[in-house]
């Protein structure tokens, strides 16, 4: 094939690519799938928030492996799992982070120590 019939066909499946991308660009516009949002999403005010919700479910770990106030479950960030009072493991693992509860911790996405 010469290289001016190579070029004519090139031209022309770009040019067919092209019309079928802006068909499909308008046909889509005119649906309304690409229409553009009238107003910016509303965020609830202060004063619409629950009062007394806690708002904090964990606490980091300052180093010293004391028990803060109200956070008695130990998370491990590496493993994933997380301890709590009176189980086999919880003297000796190193918080990274302290929970309120174990829903919360689970909630976050750690597993219960088997043990």
Known sequence: MS???T???RTVLLALL???VVATVWSLRRRGDL???VAAPEWPKF???EVGAPTTTWVPALGDDVVPDGFPVKVKLSSGIF???GGRFYERTKADRWYATTGAAEADGYRRSKT
Request: hydrophobic letters at 45%; zero cysteines; glycine letters at 6%.
């Open 3 to 5: 290289t001016t019939a």
């Open 7 to 9: 070029i004519l066909r």
């Open 18 to 20: 092209g019309l079928t």
């Open 35 to 37: 229409a553009v949002p």
């Open 47 to 49: 004063d619409e928030i």
């Open 83 to 85: 301890h709590v009072p």
